[in-house]
């Protein structure tokens, strides 16, 4: 497997634009992780889905964010409209189940909002 | 959620072992402890995870005391490319597959 493939690396964007960030898990894992980071807030957990049902988006910031799971190998992560305080990097990971399986993150996506 | 306790940043020279401590009081029976490595740029990588006693593997050990208050993840003999955040997770059946992160270690290796 390739892993977590994340696209696109990086993104710049203008204010009051829509972002959407896209995720493929790895084959067979039933969690997906949705992550921003930033040198301020650190690396927060934004919403995660069981088996392509969102589970917990109590960390999604406000309504500008919205994330899908159509199915178990794909998700978006949509901002709309953008502002520069959404620049950030955005992870995405995927794990087997609960327990405490081992997390396996993409390469995230770079994105400025300028 | 156990939370965790760790210090913000660590230093370190070249060849010497390095020992990063977490606190978390507040574990439950079922949960373990699991550690992170993230570098510059990348997403956080899984380096180890313990329930009870040592744990080790090519990577590091893990020590865990029998009240399970706290753990150490033991880096033998560091070279400047351990020079990364360490992320130490509290988590298990209970969380429902939730996963937060901390602060991290913000661990420097010199030369």
């Known amino acids: 497997d390739a892993g977590v493939i994340q696209s696109p690396r990086h993104e710049v964007t203008e204010m009051g634009q829509e972002v959407t960030l896209r995720c493929k898990p790895i084959?067979?894992?039933?969690?997906l992780f949705w992550y921003r980071q930033t040198m301020m807030r650190g690396l927060e957990l934004l919403i995660y889905f069981n088996n392509n049902v969102p589970i917990d988006d109590s960390g999604m910031p406000e309504d500008r964010f919205s994330a899908k799971m159509p199915n178990a190998s794909f998700s978006t992560l949509k901002i709309q409209p953008s502002e520069p305080r959404d620049s950030a990097v955005y992870f995405c990971?995927?794990?087997?189940?609960?327990?405490?399986?081992?997390?396996?993150f993409g390469q995230g996506t770079r994105l400025t909002v300028v | 959620l156990a939370k965790t306790t760790q210090p913000i940043s660590m230093d370190s020279y070249e060849g010497q072992e390095v020992n990063i401590t977490c606190s978390h009081n507040?574990?439950?029976?079922?949960?373990?402890i699991t550690w992170y490595q993230q570098f510059p740029s990348q997403g956080p990588r899984f380096i180890i995870q313990?329930?009870?006693t040592k744990v080790t593997n090519e990577v590091a050990s893990l020590f865990i005391p029998a009240d399970r208050k706290s753990s150490t993840l033991s880096l033998p003999r560091v070279s400047l490319s351990d020079t990364a955040v360490y992320y130490c997770?509290?988590?298990?059946?209970?969380?429902?597959?939730?996963?937060?992160f901390g602060q991290g270690t913000e661990l420097s290796v010199k030369p």
């Open positions: 084959s067979g894992h039933d969690y």
């Open positions: 313990g329930y009870k």
């Open positions: 990971a995927s794990t087997t189940g609960t327990g405490a399986p081992e997390a396996f």
């Open positions: 507040n574990i439950a029976t079922n949960d373990y």
């Open positions: 997770l509290v988590g298990g059946d209970n969380q429902g597959g939730k996963l937060i």
